[in-house]
């Protein structure tokens, strides 16, 4: 099993800076990717950045491509989301999840709300 606690959500304003830390704990052994996802309002959850557990290989969505840093720190067992120059569309709730290599392939964090406002 792979347990996920997200943390560094909160208010923001438009323009601003967050971070977002997952921290990894259990059979990480097991992990393939990390991967940053989100539920704006209203919305269906969207993929946000991934990045693989063994090398420094990573992907975004357009729509946070430049602005956003996924990275990990492999001895703290953490990935961290930069997110930089915020916008009030990047309001979401934020998960981050595992893929691993055995059932059930995918876990989940609990989310942490982030909010930017106009």
């Known amino acids: 099993q792979v347990q996920l606690v997200e943390s560094g959500g909160g208010l923001v304003q438009a323009g601003g800076s967050l971070r977002l830390s997952c921290t990894v704990s259990?059979?990480?052994?097991?992990?393939?990717?990390m991967r940053w996802f989100r539920r704006p309002p209203g919305k269906e959850r969207e993929f946000v950045a991934i990045?693989?557990?063994?090398?420094?290989?990573?992907t975004y969505a357009d729509s946070v491509k430049g602005r956003f840093t996924i990275s990990r720190d492999n001895a703290k067992n953490t990935v961290y989301l930069q997110m930089n120059s915020l916008k009030p569309d990047d309001t979401a709730v934020y998960y981050c999840?595992?893929?691993?290599?055995?059932?059930?392939?995918?876990?989940w964090g609990q989310g942490t709300q982030v909010t930017v406002s106009s």
């Open positions: 999840n595992a893929r691993v290599t055995i059932t059930p392939y995918y876990y």
């Open positions: 990045i693989n557990w063994g090398g420094d290989s990573t």
């Open positions: 259990g059979r990480t052994s097991s992990i393939i990717e």
